[in-house]
């Protein structure tokens, strides 16, 4: 016999009782093709388009396990700590972005308790900030949360995404201030120096990660998004730019391999640099790994262009 349809007025996550009201079954809503969330929640099978990246299916399931809270959540809550930067779209370590425990934060005294989600409390919650129609703590504050689980160089990377080039979530001086009042709390040291590190105006974390090992090994900090041009004529913003020694920097990812146009367009801008007398350098991710060549030809070029 074919399942009996879920009624649409439902929607992809409900309560149990809900689907009861509605006289469902408890045969059809202990049916294989629904999931439970959480105790006293369903859902519908979460179907994704095919050809979607990792980044796209693991935020839409994310998605997914936020909805389905919310229908058992507490009167006041926010989304925070790793969830909260998740959904933020905050960089974070492999480890972290695949954990699928909810990070929920309350103000009074007794923290959520239930399978699947880590419990959290604050003696008063911050203005709420809804992202993705979901209630989260603002991003500064998450940032100083995570400080408690990332490094310093982890937490550049998601100060730099925080004020980004492109539609920044922050400012330089909300991280700082930001920092200034964590005393006290887990990682409020590294947090300080990864407030004096982190950069705005960049384009992506590997941009960000390429800055800091290049000071990491002790070798002058390049400037970001300095625009090149050759006697009136743009040639390109790269990356990360040493504008005396005209040397310019330029992470190249994957797409710039694969994509047939962006490769074509790459030969030319090595082109247009080299025609104004700068060398050009392009850094793949093995580079950032395990970075001592890319370093001992940097260090030499900024040597010998100084």
């Known amino acids: 016999m074919p399942k009996a349809d879920i009624p649409p007025e439902l929607g992809p996550e409900f ?5 009861r009201g509605l006289g469902i079954s408890r045969r059809r809503l202990a049916a294989s093709d629904l999931t439970t969330p959480f105790r006293g929640t369903r859902a519908l099978p979460l179907r994704l388009p095919d050809g979607l990246g990792y980044f796209e299916r693991r935020d839409a399931e994310l998605l997914h ?8 959540a507490p009167a006041d809550f926010r989304f925070s700590h790793v969830t909260a930067a998740l959904l933020h779209g905050i960089p974070l370590p492999q480890k972290f972005a695949e954990r699928t ?4 934060t309350v103000a009074v005294s007794s ?7 880590v419990g959290h409390r604050l003696r008063e919650l911050p203005a709420v900030v809804m992202v993705k129609g979901l209630p989260t703590l603002p991003a500064e504050f998450v940032w100083v949360q995570l400080a408690a689980v990332l490094s310093v160089d982890e937490l550049v990377v ?10 920044p979530a922050s400012t ?4 700082t201030a930001a920092a200034d009042v964590a005393e006290g709390r887990p990682g409020a040291a590294r947090l300080r120096q990864a407030a004096a590190e982190t950069r705005a105006g960049t ?6 990660r390429l800055r800091l090992v290049i000071v ?4 002058p900090e390049p400037v970001i998004g300095h625009t090149v041009y050759f006697q009136g004529f743009f040639v390109g913003t790269p990356d990360l730019t040493y504008v005396k020694e005209k040397i310019a920097l330029d992470y190249d990812g994957k797409i710039h391999r694969e994509d047939e146009r962006v490769y074509a367009d790459d030969i030319e801008r090595r082109q247009l640099f080299a025609d104004a007398e700068w060398r050009y350098i392009t850094v793949a991710t093995d580079a950032l790994r395990v970075p001592r060549s890319f370093l001992s030809r940097l260090e030499r070029l900024l040597r010998e262009r100084g």
């Open 172 to 175: 330089l001086q909300r991280l």
């Open 101 to 104: 425990a909810l990070d929920v």
């Open 158 to 167: 998601a100060g730099d995404y925080l004020v980004r080039r492109k539609a």
């Open 15 to 19: 309560l149990f009782r809900d689907a």
């Open 203 to 208: 384009d992506s974390p590997p941009e960000s």
């Open 111 to 117: 923290v959520p308790r239930r399978a699947g989600v």
């Open 65 to 72: 396990r936020c909805r389905a809270y919310l229908h058992v």
């Open 216 to 219: 990491r090994a002790g070798l």
